[in-house]
């Protein structure tokens, strides 16, 4: 009965760790407008392929304890842009916006930011300002599509399908309704993705497991003698 007992509690501590399953669908979209980015030759976008499929005028929201002590990786993915734009979070639910991304960054640019203060599932806290800060579009505030008003275009994209409303791994996409409104979404692009665990973690999993295994042997060898 020992021997079933300590199994059992490494079993616990692995579930305890793994947090959630591999397929969560840590990213949602809710609600929103499904459509392609622009492809006709004046308004094409420049950045992510054109007649990309993905969703306007939605919120981008995030299952907090699903992604537990995983990280967000956000990339800069690229701009075709007049006005300086900047990409913001804030990642300690604490009102203070940290700008993450500009129309200045590097292309492949890419940051690992820990979400710290959220819990159930809600709007992640991002933001675009728009124009050196004179106008900005939150998530889960303001993104309405129309002339005149920044807004964002949003995709699942890189996980392999742009007409999903949930998975890991997706594109954020700005139009900045600058000058001659183009519509076409490619004012800033950020990639962002839920990473797998921190190999920390991991390294804890397998040392706790070795942990019980050892134990769980040497009860057998004494119980053998």
Known sequence: MKTIATIAGAAAVFGALSFAPAQAAYLQLTPGTGAAVPTSPDNKNQVIPGS????????????????????LRLTYVGMSAGWY?????DTNADGI????FSTESTEGETTLVTLTGYSGQGALAFRF??????????NGVDNTRVNGAPNFFSSFAPDGDGTATSGRSLWLALDDSGKDWDDNHDDLVVGMSVT??????????????????????????????
């Open 52 to 71: 990309t499929l993905g969703f306007f005028e939605q919120t981008v929201e995030a299952d907090f304890d699903a992604i537990g002590g995983r990280q």
């Open 85 to 89: 734009n900047t990409f913001q979070m």
């Open 97 to 100: 916006w940290e700008t993450i």
């Open 129 to 138: 300002e728009v124009n050196d800060g004179a106008d900005k579009v939150t």
């Open 196 to 225: 797998p665990l921190p190999a920390a973690v991991w390294f804890l999993i397998t040392a706790v497991g070795g942990l019980f295994g050892t134990r769980w042997l040497r009860k057998d060898a004494s119980a053998a003698a």
